[in-house]
């Protein structure tokens, strides 16, 4: 299982452009990278999922180097209400085990007005 | 909207009683459900793999006699946690994955707050 390492918490302002970075050194051929945020007392929700390069959606960007084994998950102007944990997730998700997708601690996102 | 609800959002019993939460998937077949627990401050924890007509795959120590899995249909798996104490109170979270077995996302429910007294 690909192990992930997160910064435990950041602070930013309101506007700003936020970005979290996760390692996974030991990523696996199949694995995707996938991240999530979590609002106190409510499960996890799906942002954004890649495998190598950039992704972009509405809500976020994520980055991934060519080796994989770190990824950058940027969250363009920042509000009040992105204060939240964001978890980064590597694994097989082709697979049917959540065994693969194992979250790491987290990181505490507060945004400051 | 929600596509995995959980019921109830927060219950609290009796330390010895046994409390049964639901997982459901709304708009989708989930042949496999994930249950995991989270303590305040701390990462979610997998407890175990709901299989859809077959028996739950427990993660290493968390008794399976304790925490009870059925997954009797397509769209619903329970939870039942049986003589529960006040060390069983906690934030319990489901999950399924939508999707043929190339399609990666995982929904999780909006979780349920157990508190035993």
Redesign the interface.
């Known amino acids: 299982l690909a192990k992930t390492t997160q910064p435990i918490s950041m602070d930013s302002y309101e506007g700003q452009e936020v970005n979290i970075t996760c390692s996974h050194n030991n990523i696996a051929t199949n694995d995707?990278i996938?991240w999530?945020q979590q609002f106190p007392?409510?499960?996890?929700?799906?942002i954004i999922?890649g495998y190598k390069t950039k992704v972009t959606n509405e809500v976020a960007s994520l980055f991934i180097p060519a080796d994989r084994k770190s990824s950058t998950l940027s969250l363009p102007r920042v509000s009040l209400s992105d204060t939240a944990v964001y978890?980064c997730l590597v694994g097989d998700?082709?697979s049917?085990?959540?065994?693969q997708?194992?979250?790491?601690?987290?990181t505490q996102l507060t945004v400051l007005p | 909207g929600a596509v995995v609800s959980q019921h109830p959002s927060r219950v609290i019993c009796k330390s010895g009683t046994s409390v049964k939460i639901e997982c459901r998937s709304l708009d989708f077949q989930a042949t496999t459900m994930f249950w995991y627990r989270q303590f305040p401050k701390q990462s979610l924890m997998l407890m175990a793999t709901s299989n859809e007509g077959s028996k739950a795959t427990y993660e290493q120590g968390v008794e399976k006699d304790k925490f009870l899995i059925n997954h009797a249909s397509l769209t619903l798996s329970t939870l039942t946690v049986t003589s529960a104490h006040p060390e069983d109170s906690s934030f319990y979270i489901c999950s399924a994955r939508r999707g043929g077995p190339n399609t990666g996302e995982l929904f999780f429910g909006e979780g349920s707050r157990l508190t035993v007294l």
């Open positions: 995707y996938t999530y007392s409510q499960g996890p929700r799906f999922q978890y998700v082709s049917g085990s959540a065994r997708l194992t979250f790491g601690s987290g």
